[in-house]
């Protein structure tokens, strides 16, 4: 029942912005942890920025100050900002929320489909 759609991937050229927007809906008792990933094509998946529930945030150090994540508990939303793209940010972006379905469940991991961000050099 648990659903992660992400939103706002594209192609930009150098030096451009993008938003990236993540909603999630179905059956949530609460969510702690959300985060962004990103996987370029024969690369691993790398972990990119990530916001607790009290709001601290860490990132990538490919991508500190240029990216900025935030959420929206109200409405179990997670955005990603990127300004200053460069060709290396290339990749599918997921959002990924660590989130009890039951007051007595476990703490499981749910993963958008991705979406496609391109940055043309």
């Known amino acids: 029942q648990v659903q992660l759609v992400e939103s706002g991937g594209g192609l930009v050229h150098t030096g451009g912005s993008l938003r990236l927007s993540c909603a999630a809906s179905?059956?949530?008792?609460?969510?702690?942890?959300m985060g962004w990933y990103r996987q370029a094509p024969g690369k691993e998946r790398e972990l990119v920025a990530s916001?607790?529930?009290?709001?601290?945030?860490k990132y990538a150090d490919s991508v500190k100050g240029r990216f900025t994540i935030s959420r929206d508990n109200a409405k179990n939303a997670l955005y990603l900002q990127m300004n200053s793209l460069r060709s290396e940010d290339t990749a599918v972006y997921y959002c990924?929320?660590?989130?009890?379905?039951?007051?007595?469940?476990?703490?499981?991991?749910?993963w958008g489909q991705g979406t496609q961000v391109t940055v043309s050099s």
């Open positions: 990924n929320t660590r989130l009890k379905k039951y007051w007595w469940g476990n703490w499981d991991d749910y």
């Open positions: 179905g059956s949530i008792f609460s969510i702690s942890a």
């Open positions: 916001i607790a529930n009290g709001g601290n945030t």
